[in-house]
């Protein structure tokens, strides 16, 4: 139960309805200060289906087919390379040339077996937030 409904029915037992209206208000205050915990959706499209309609309804309901949806690996991918979510396809390209020198496992072979396994899980990790980041975009 919130802190409105609370204070509203305590309000209410000691002054009645005036006494409700004040309560919950202050519980509604109460609520919004330090209160609920609040979820942040980021918005994508659907994947439009592959029916016989005509291409220009495909459009419409394409716009109008927006669902909330929190996509964490695609943030952890960007993340990953280093780069802001807005970045251009060419700036994910830049970036992800720069880590793979960095971390290509031919580039430490000479320094061990660890080395080397290192970063071949370091490079594997941005490849695949790479793939991500361009599967989310439609390129290939």
Request: charged share 25%; net charge positive; proline share 3%.
């Amino acid at each position: 139960m919130s802190y409105k409904w609370i204070f509203g029915f305590i309000g209410m037992y000691f002054s009645g309805g005036r006494g409700f209206l004040f309560g919950f208000l202050l519980g509604w205050l109460i609520d919004t200060m330090f209160g609920r915990t609040t979820v942040r959706f980021t918005f994508r499209r659907t994947a439009p289906d592959d029916s016989s309609e005509s291409r220009q309804y495909q459009q419409h309901t394409e716009q109008q087919a927006w669902h909330p949806y929190v996509d964490v690996t695609l943030q952890e991918a960007y993340r990953t390379l280093g780069i802001p979510s807005n970045a251009t396809d060419e700036q994910v390209r830049q970036a992800y040339r720069q880590l793979a020198l960095r971390y290509h496992p031919d580039r430490v072979a000479s320094q061990g077996e660890a080395a080397r396994q290192a970063a071949e899980e370091n490079f594997q990790r941005i490849t695949e937030a790479r793939d991500i980041i361009m599967r989310a975009r439609g390129v290939q």
